[in-house]
């Protein structure tokens, strides 16, 4: 008995399967661009975007902090409302629909600007960066509203560091091996 179950669930996957190749390769065969698979339903967590669909407010952040690259992609996450961006250089960023930035990486094997960090981060912030002689070891900074924010360092420095909203050192988290 159980070996007749496995045997039907066996042939009911690959029935699905089969199908939902043929739709794809029908989409194909018919020119279609849609990107459209014939899954089970459910909620869209996530929609790519097209440039020209970003607030206004955001276009004017990249082109006044990454003015040489271009977007690669836009990627909006419906469930936190949320714009992924990738640049073309490498460099990811994180936006609320509203606008307001959430995080921005550096490429891949860089770090942030000195001019990027002073902008984003409160002047307390920066200070301690620039006191501790680290404004060229940023990797990534983060901001959360109700926390404030989190600065990551390279990956040879391996440390956090914790801000609040006005850019009070609140900790160091050591020993985090980032990405």
Do not use: C
Not at 87 to 96: D, I, P, Q, R, Y
Request: aromatic letters at 8%; charged letters at 20%; hydrophobic letters at 40%.
């Amino acid at each position: 008995m159980k070996i007749l179950i496995s045997k039907l669930i066996l042939i009911v996957a690959l029935i699905t399967t089969m199908g939902t190749l043929m739709a794809i390769a029908e989409n194909s065969k018919n020119g279609s661009n849609n990107e459209q698979r014939y899954m089970a339903p459910g909620p869209v967590t996530s929609v790519s975007e097209n440039y020209s669909s970003l607030p206004q407010s955001i276009k004017t952040f990249l082109l006044k902090y990454i003015p040489n690259a271009t977007v690669a992609e836009i990627e909006m996450k419906t469930m936190k409302d949320i714009y992924k961006i990738e640049m073309s250089n490498g460099a990811e960023l994180v936006f609320t629909t509203a606008g307001q930035w959430l995080s921005f990486e550096a490429p891949d094997k860089a770090t942030l600007s000195s001019q990027i960090l002073q902008a984003l981060l409160p002047a307390p912030a920066f200070k301690h960066l620039t006191d501790k002689n680290l404004l060229n070891k940023v990797d990534e900074i983060k901001y959360n509203p109700r926390k404030g924010y989190k600065v990551e360092l390279d990956n040879h420095s391996k440390k956090d560091l914790y801000f609040s909203t006005t850019g009070a050192l609140i900790k160091e988290k050591y020993g985090k091996k980032h990405h």
